[in-house]
């Protein structure tokens, strides 16, 4: 019988299998900037892991990288792969951001006598001029 699990690399579609809520839940505590330590024995999953997590959370608007420590000898190193992955993680989401400020052009604030009226903020004097309430600071 041949072993259906496979090792050896990055597993993905039908061979990553029952890891949804594993998923679900570092996804939630990467949003919520916690840490998660995975730890267990070796050739069980955990890059596979982490490799899946990282497409999920592409899909969302939460920029992330992976970096395996094992590829860098020394500090400096690792410390140039953090910068360089970290970079093209946020350059990914500048057309996000650029988005977003985009729409800021659009938007355009309303006030309303009527509703600053009706709130009790501004009431019509005896001469016909309007006038915040007593008490009221408008800035």
Do not use: W
Not at 2 to 12: A, D, R, T
Not at 47 to 62: D, N, P, Y
Not at 128 to 137: C, E, I, L, P, S
């Amino acid at each position: 019988m041949k072993n259906p699990f496979q090792y050896g690399g990055i597993i993905s579609g039908p061979y990553f299998a029952d890891r949804s809520e594993e998923i679900k839940e570092l996804s939630r505590e990467m949003e919520n900037s916690g840490r998660v330590f995975l730890i267990s024995q070796r050739r069980f999953g955990k890059t596979c892991l982490l490799h899946h997590l990282k497409a999920a959370l592409g899909k969302s608007e939460i920029a992330c990288t992976y970096i395996d420590l094992n590829a860098y000898p020394d500090l400096r190193g690792l410390a140039g792969a953090i910068t360089s992955m970290a970079t093209r993680a946020l350059e990914s989401n500048t057309d996000r951001v650029l988005k977003i400020f985009s729409e800021f052009h659009r938007l355009r604030p309303k006030l309303s006598l009527v509703s600053l009226i009706k709130k009790g903020i501004m009431h019509k004097t005896l001469e016909g001029h309007y006038r915040f309430v007593d008490g009221f600071m408008p800035y």
